[in-house]
């Protein structure tokens, strides 16, 4: 796994974490705002994930 894989989902779930955190703590808005946030860094790698896949794949049988 690429290390840059591994930095969106550490990000993507101390993002969606903190957020959840502000959230039930009374800054609604900005817990909102993080857990957006989080969960598009955590798309961002579950999308890297299956391009690093596909070329896995595809470079196996070479």
């Not at 502000?22 to 857990?35: D, H, N, T, V, Y």
């Amino acid at each position: 796994m690429m290390g840059g894989v591994l930095a969106l989902a550490i990000a993507g779930m101390v993002g969606f974490g903190v957020g959840a955190y502000l959230a039930a703590s009374g800054e609604r808005p900005l817990g909102i705002g993080l857990m957006g946030m989080g969960l598009m860094f955590q798309a961002l790698a579950l999308r890297q994930l299956r391009v690093l896949r596909k070329t896995g794949a595809s470079d196996a049988g070479r």
